[in-house]
């Protein structure tokens, strides 16, 4: 398993399957709405929509840390 919000661990996978001639499967763990307060590990947010224009602001202001 690796941490699939690691872009160099992800690269690493990746390369390691381009090794093999047999299919392969990479399993990443994640963390839902990873930056964002208000979404992160919140199951409910699989189903809602983010339309507070209070916290759609405040999201894009923690994705651009």
Not at 17 to 31: E, G, H, L
Not at 50 to 59: F, G, S
């Amino acid at each position: 398993m690796v941490d699939g919000h690691s872009i160099s661990d992800l690269l690493k996978s990746f390369k390691n399957c381009k090794k093999s001639n047999k299919p392969n499967i990479i399993i990443a763990k994640t963390t839902k709405g990873k930056g964002i307060k208000l979404l992160e590990n919140s199951p409910i947010w699989h189903v809602k929509k983010l339309e507070n224009p209070n916290d759609i602001l405040q999201a894009k202001k923690e994705l651009e840390k």
